[in-house]
């Protein structure tokens, strides 16, 4: 069965640039969207089809997709962007998630 | 102000059944898809079911695949997914969530704030 896969987590300074992966096979090949949550909140969507920003997403959140990876890049990350982030796609009539990476700003 | 709210959670014991329902406003219901999605305590997103706008389509995780039933009433704007036969493991706050097309889950615009659901004797 497919799967997406991310790394359990990724640090990052105040202010520098974070990137999240998220890997699977031919996953460029399929439409990728990332969510994030807070402790204790539902998920928000913050890219969707693989680049594009719903409206009240800053502008330092961005998406690409290529090949087998697809990344989320957070630019001059704020402590507010501490939470737990998830890829999806969708394939073969099933919905799937990567298992969700922790993000820390420290 | 598109708004999704999730009803019908608390505890079951094993064996037993549970619908939780999913009432939506704000956008023309029966125009997208619909889905669950859940989480169990401490863990990641995991998917469970998802209707086409008409009904006409159902999908599930092969995990809650012949227990689970997802249905929508388009006249009443509100979703359900039908439980049987529980198990601990089905233990989760789950999730409502809107897809992005009459039949599209690529992605999730808007999520309902969950309902718990505790499966133990």
């Known amino acids: 069965s497919y799967e997406l896969t991310q790394p359990p987590s990724v640090s990052v300074s105040p202010g520098q640039t974070a990137s999240i992966t998220c890997s699977g096979d031919?996953?460029?090949?399929?439409?990728v969207c990332w969510y994030q949550q807070k402790p204790g909140q539902s998920p928000v969507l913050v890219i969707y089809?693989?680049?594009k920003r719903p409206s009240g997403i800053p502008e330092r959140f961005s998406g690409s997709n290529s090949g087998n990876t697809a990344t989320l890049t957070i630019s001059g990350t704020q402590a507010m962007d501490e939470a737990d982030y998830y890829c999806?796609?969708?394939?073969?009539?099933?919905?799937?998630f990567g298992g969700g990476t922790k993000l820390t700003v420290l | 102000e598109v708004q999704v709210l999730e009803s019908g959670g608390g505890l079951v014991q094993p064996g037993g059944s549970l619908r939780l329902s999913c009432a939506a406003s704000?956008?023309?219901?029966?125009?997208?898809?619909m889905s669950w999605v859940r989480q169990a305590p401490g863990k990641g997103l995991e998917w469970v079911s998802a209707?086409?706008?008409?009904?006409?389509?159902?999908y599930y995780a092969d995990s809650v695949k012949g227990r689970f039933t997802i249905s929508r009433d388009n006249s009443k704007k509100t979703l359900y997914l039908q439980m049987n036969s529980l198990r601990a493991d089905d233990t989760a706050v789950y999730y409502c969530?809107?897809?992005?097309?009459?039949?599209?889950?690529?992605?999730?615009?808007?999520w309902g704030q969950g309902a718990l659901v505790t499966v133990s004797s």
């Open positions: 969530a809107k897809g992005c097309g009459d039949d599209c889950q690529n992605y999730f615009d808007y």
């Open positions: 089809q693989d680049s």
């Open positions: 209707i086409s706008g008409s009904g006409g389509s159902t």
């Open positions: 999806q796609a969708w394939d073969s009539s099933t919905v799937l």
């Open positions: 031919k996953l460029g090949d399929k439409y």
């Open positions: 704000g956008f023309t219901f029966s125009s997208y898809a």
